[in-house]
């Protein structure tokens, strides 16, 4: 097996991505003024429109800090007329006199209460007011001004603005409605998002602890039957795995952040499109690899991946690989020119799942030291990059990351996605990629060495492992819940419980010296303890 320094790369692109999420709807704001009478929070708001009684489209506003509370559910919305403001600014008493329609006004010459009011007093039922630029802007109150305002304010984005106003100027009649729906407590893509997560690390894990077990076999027969001399000159040979070091696992945290830090201030189409090659690299090479092992364990298939070809630059290479490669490229390649249809989102999971599964297999820790050290240094680093880093950078770096802001890409692909089924708001329910490979090396881990120890389930470490990952991940969801969608720091609450678990385990059940400098069982007699796997009870 061959490392290729491309999974290095994307393990530090991987952590670009560490946190859960589910798009936000409801945005608190503590900066913005409240008061009684202007206290809502700035919700998003659906307009859909109507063209002469026909429905055509619909737009997404935001609500102000004042007014009313608009309806939830769209059966309840009035569809309304729409009129044109004059003067357009609605900075005073309209010319024409209104009777229940909803106005559509311009941003400026005056503030969004004086604006509010004065559509009020004309007898306006709602007034949507056009920002002057593509983005939304958050409506505030004055300290001064006057918010007893009974009609809905919300704004539209400023293409929005002027499609409407066109409309309308050609002498058609639009009707819109506005209702903010509520997104509901829990979606079902957060319950196959979690089974995803917990399914890659269990195989991931079995792939691992399965690799190590047969080395170890092979070496207990070395052991055995080889000198000394033999076994120095076979133990000198590349075992085709990366064990991280503790220096290595502190040096990776912080180059992750500096790639983090390059990945934001350089987000554009451009840059969004290097990572979609790394991607897909990484993607075409971790599928690449999990199709061999499955179709190996076939015996149809055994003599293709037992026998090989020399291929310039690429060394030895078995004639299964060569087989599978040209599959492996088309799908990604696909994947990549159609990311942007509906359904691309199963062609990202498969490429992704496969990459992890391959990390997890390559990249290893040693013992529960390196172990601690990696995931406190990740635990850090995720809590800084999605809170912390708003007192630097005025807003969340790891959030803003993820959802490639500012590069006209719905997100990097360095996620797990699945489209959110029941939200009336759509979006997609995301964990990233490091919120699966950093603790599922703990997880493999703790496999490995029970395999090694020939330990059962029952008496081993890997069931206690898997269960605080996915209660950390289950609770990570719940607080996702509980903070409006709003993203999370998916490590602030597994790390706790998969390292606090193992480490209190490991010190009550006396094994905690080993687990922490070792990693591995001894084994005074090797060849006598471990037997093939199909041997096993």
């Not at 039922?125 to 958050?138: H, P």
């Not at 729906?181 to 399965?210: C, H, N, Q």
């Not at 820790?365 to 635990?379: H, M, R, S, W």
């Not at 898997?466 to 409006?484: F, I, Q, S």
């Amino acid at each position: 097996m061959e490392i290729n320094i491309v999974f290095i790369v994307i393990l530090i692109v991987i952590l670009s991505a560490g946190f859960v999420s589910a798009g936000d709807i409801v945005h608190q704001d503590n900066v913005a003024p409240k008061r009684p009478g202007c206290a809502n929070n700035f919700v998003l708001v659906k307009v859909p429109i109507w063209i002469d009684g026909l429905e055509n489209t619909e737009y997404v506003g935001v609500g102000a800090r004042f007014g009313p509370t608009l309806e939830s559910k769209e059966k309840h919305a009035n569809h309304t007329r729409l009129a044109l403001a004059d003067p357009p600014d609605c900075c005073s008493k309209p010319r024409n006199q209104l009777t229940g329609e909803v106005i559509l006004v311009h941003r400026g010459n005056c503030s969004f209460t004086v604006k509010a009011n004065v559509a009020e007093e004309a007898g306006a039922s709602a007034i949507l007011i056009v920002n002057n630029q593509t983005e939304l802007f958050k409506m505030v109150c004055e300290s001064d001004a006057d918010v007893n305002i009974k009609i809905p304010a919300v704004m539209l984005p400023q293409d929005a603005g002027s499609n409407l106003e066109n409309y309308i100027n050609n002498n058609t009649r639009v009707s819109v409605a506005l209702y903010s729906p509520k997104r509901p407590a829990v979606d079902i893509a957060e319950v196959f998002l979690w089974l995803m997560a917990v399914g890659t690390i269990l195989l991931a894990s079995y792939w691992s602890a399965w690799t190590a077990r047969e080395v170890a076999i092979e070496q207990d027969k070395l052991l055995k039957d080889a000198s000394e001399e033999f076994l120095q000159v076979g133990s000198a040979g590349s075992s085709g795995f990366v064990d991280i070091n503790t220096m290595s696992a502190v040096l990776f945290v912080v180059f992750a952040s500096c790639f983090l830090v390059m990945l934001y201030k350089l987000m554009s189409f451009w840059f969004v499109e290097v990572l979609v090659v790394l991607f897909c690299i990484g993607g075409v090479e971790g599928l690449q690899m999990c199709l061999v092992a499955l179709l190996s364990s076939f015996r149809w298939f055994q003599r293709f991946a037992e026998s090989f070809i020399k291929v310039p630059f690429f060394g030895a290479v078995s004639h299964l690989t060569l087989a599978v490669c040209p599959f492996c490229i088309a799908f990604a390649v696909v994947w990549a020119v159609y990311r942007r249809i509906s359904f691309a989102w199963i062609g990202q999971d498969i490429l992704g799942i496969a990459l992890i599964i391959t990390v997890l297999q390559i990249v290893r820790v040693p013992n529960l030291k390196v172990g601690t050290v990696l995931l406190g240094c990740a635990f850090l680093y995720d809590i800084f990059w999605v809170f912390a880093s708003k007192w630097l950078f005025h807003e969340s770096v790891m959030i803003v990351v993820a959802r490639g802001d500012r590069s006209g890409e719905d997100g990097i692909p360095m996620l797990l996605k699945i489209p959110r089924m029941f939200d009336p708001w759509g979006g997609y329910s995301v964990i990233g990629f490091g919120d699966i490979i950093l603790p599922g090396l703990l997880v493999a881990f703790s496999l490995r060495y029970d395999w090694l120890a020939n330990m059962n389930l029952r008496a081993g470490y890997f069931v206690w492992a898997m269960t605080a990952y996915g209660l950390g991940l289950l609770v990570t969801y719940v607080a996702l819940n509980l903070m409006d969608g709003h993203g999370q720091p998916a490590l602030l609450y597994i790390v706790p419980f998969t390292l606090g678990t193992f480490i209190t385990l490991g010190k009550k059940r006396g094994d905690l010296k080993t687990l922490w400098t070792q990693g591995e069982p001894e084994r005074p007699c090797p060849h006598l303890q471990l037997q093939p796997l199909q041997q096993k009870d």
